[in-house]
């Protein structure tokens, strides 16, 4: 799992769903990257959008899930919280616990 947030022009104002999309084609050390289209994510604080992508990690030839979603706190940041999975493992054993860290995610200005 990565949680970052974006406080660049970019981070403050792209929308959810073209922020997901270029996170995951931004990711880097996977073959045969697959990445499905944005989807809003209901039931959240803040807008917030799910690409989920499929490859091989390079580095350990394992078949991968990432899941990358943007959290979007409109002219304050935009969160990136990607998990990873081997494909070998059903979705549904971890979806409760990354819906929660995903509605769960609060956010204040920098001091």
């Known amino acids: 799992m990565s949680i970052t947030a974006d406080r660049t022009r970019d981070g403050?104002?792209?929308?959810?769903?073209?922020y997901a999309t270029r996170a995951a084609r931004?990711?880097?050390?996977?073959?045969?990257?697959?990445?499905?289209?944005?989807?809003?994510?209901e039931q959240t604080r803040y807008l917030t959008a799910k690409v989920q992508?499929?490859?091989?990690?390079?580095?350990?030839?394992l078949r991968?899930?990432?899941e990358v979603?943007?959290?979007s706190k409109r002219d304050t940041a935009t969160f990136t919280v990607i998990f990873?999975?081997?494909a070998r493992v059903p979705g549904r054993r971890y979806a409760a616990v990354v819906a929660?860290?995903?509605?769960?995610?609060r956010s204040q200005r920098p001091v």
């Open 26 to 41: 931004a990711l880097e050390g996977y073959r045969g990257l697959r990445i499905r289209k944005a989807r809003r994510v």
């Open 69 to 71: 979603f943007a959290v």
């Open 53 to 61: 992508a499929t490859g091989v990690f390079e580095r350990t030839g």
């Open 12 to 18: 403050r104002n792209l929308g959810p769903r073209v």
């Open 100 to 105: 929660e860290i995903v509605r769960s995610l």
């Open 84 to 86: 990873f999975r081997s």
């Open 64 to 66: 991968q899930v990432i």
